[in-house]
């Protein structure tokens, strides 16, 4: 009997951990911008040159340059084709720096993706690749989305950030899952991560005086990502981003 109650135990307890070790049962990953229709190596992206207006706002050109690149493109399912989105430090040490942030819209119309719903989404993911960056990369994913009354109707726009002291997910590239407590509205990367790195959508609230009157993430029309970057590392050093999505 007491033999039975130990197995009872040991079966009972591995299951409890199974559960904890995947905060994504029963989620499915959608893909909300890949960065594929982009144009290889074209580094007019985010600077007053750029005609594809992928971006509303970025320093682009001045401390940093952007493009779409072969180099670690990722792809959850299927071949490793398409592009990557290349965030790269062209700031000379001495000279001034300039803060750092850029704006990339999701509803562009050369995004497939552009118009999709990610209704009630759990998590929001970005694949990325610090290799050739030399220290913890530190950033601001903020998420500008459009926000709903109770009653269903259209409220305002609400601009998300992850609250301070909440715990977020990294998966290696080999599939190895771990966690990193946020800071407030960002989050440190360890250096040399490569894989994805999920935030928890419901531990988002609203920041720089806007408002999530229903209190959640609605995910029905998401507008656009606003990463600020703490640092951009040395000349020549770079960030490769890709696949956002979100988790429901
Ligand atoms: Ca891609
Ligand atoms: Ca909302």
Redesign the pocket.
């Known amino acids: 009997m007491r033999k039975f109650l130990m197995l009872v135990l040991a079966v009972f307890c591995l299951t409890v951990l199974a559960v904890a070790e995947d905060p994504f049962e029963g989620l499915e990953l959608k893909i909300a911008y890949d960065f594929d229709f982009w144009d290889e190596d074209d580094i007019s992206y985010g600077t007053k040159d750029d005609r594809d207006l992928f971006f509303s706002d970025s320093q682009a050109g001045v401390s940093v340059l952007f493009s779409g690149t072969r180099e670690s493109a990722f792809k959850d399912e299927g071949k490793k084709d398409g592009l990557a989105f290349r965030h790269e430090s062209i700031w000379e040490a001495g000279a001034t720096k300039n803060y750092v942030a850029f704006s990339l819209e999701q509803r562009h119309d050369f995004n497939m993706y552009a118009y999709d719903e990610f209704p009630d989404a759990k998590y929001f993911t970005i694949y990325i690749d610090l290799s050739n960056y030399s220290k913890n990369f530190e950033f601001y994913p903020i998420i500008y989305?459009q926000?709903?009354n109770e009653d269903g109707s259209k409220?305002g726009v609400?601009c998300l950030a992850v609250k301070g002291g909440v715990k977020f997910y990294l998966k290696s590239l080999e599939g190895e899952l771990t966690t990193g407590k946020t800071l407030e509205n960002w989050v440190k990367i360890p250096k040399g991560f490569v894989g994805r790195i999920y935030m928890p959508l419901d531990d988002y609230v609203p920041i720089w005086g806007t408002a999530?009157?229903?209190?959640?993430?609605?995910g029905l029309e998401v507008i656009r990502y606003k990463f600020s970057l703490v640092d951009i590392g040395n000349k020549g050093e770079y960030v490769l981003f890709d696949e956002f999505g979100f988790l429901l």
């Open positions: 989305e926000d709903y409220a609400s999530d009157v229903n209190g959640k993430f609605d």
